[in-house]
């Protein structure tokens, strides 16, 4: 297999023999270049996509933790068939976030102030019930019917 370069263009040759091996590895046909030469042009997803943002990933930071969390960390990651220290770090930090993700939305305090009107509280409380009261008469005429 051979490749040749052109500034954002990259050819791969692929001949027979190299089909064959890939078959012969057990890689699917749809999987292999077929026999022949090919080319591709680098960074055209970019160039078609060029709001295409992908959030996922990993981002390095520098940040200072206090000693005795490396030690707790280092120390699990040294039990047999542990993850590493960053790995569980980042779980640590993720079923955080998930946990308080689960929590109730932070609410504009229009809205806290609705929640702590007795008015308003009793005027849901009204059209609850009257919904109720509607669909209980449905309920008790369908049965009537039936």
Same mark, same amino acid.
Do not use: C, W
């Given at each position: 297999?051979?490749?040749?370069?052109?500034?954002?263009?990259?050819?791969?040759?692929?001949?027979?023999?190299?089909?064959?091996?890939?078959?012969?590895?057990?890689?699917?046909?749809?999987?292999?270049? !077929?026999?022949?030469?090919? !080319?591709?042009?680098?960074?055209?997803?970019?160039?078609?996509? $060029?709001?295409?943002? /992908?959030?996922?990933?990993?981002?390095?930071?520098?940040?200072?933790?206090?000693?005795?969390?490396?030690?707790?960390?280092? =120390?699990?990651?040294?039990? *047999?068939?542990?993850? $590493?220290?960053?790995?569980?770090?980042?779980?640590?930090?993720?079923?955080?976030?998930?946990?308080?993700?689960?929590? =109730? *939305?932070? /609410? $504009?305090?229009?809205?806290?102030?609705?929640?702590?009107? $007795?008015?308003?509280?009793?005027?849901?409380?009204?059209?609850? =019930?009257?919904?109720?009261?509607?669909?209980?008469?449905?309920?008790?005429?369908?049965?009537? =019917?039936?």
């Amino acid at each position: 297999m051979k490749k040749a370069k052109k500034k954002d263009e990259v050819y791969i040759e692929v001949t027979e023999a190299d089909y064959q091996a890939g078959l012969a590895k057990g890689i699917d046909e749809e999987s292999l270049l !077929k026999p022949g030469r090919h !080319k591709f042009v680098r960074g055209l997803f970019k160039k078609r996509h $060029p709001d295409f943002s /992908l959030q996922t990933g990993k981002a390095r930071v520098t940040i200072y933790l206090d000693t005795d969390i490396i030690a707790y960390f280092r =120390a699990r990651a040294d039990q *047999p068939n542990a993850a $590493p220290y960053q790995t569980q770090i980042n779980q640590a930090l993720r079923e955080i976030m998930e946990r308080d993700s689960k929590k =109730a *939305p932070i /609410l $504009p305090p229009q809205a806290i102030d609705l929640l702590e009107n $007795p008015r308003f509280i009793q005027a849901v409380a009204d059209r609850v =019930a009257a919904q109720t009261s509607a669909t209980n008469r449905k309920r008790t005429r369908r049965a009537k =019917a039936a």
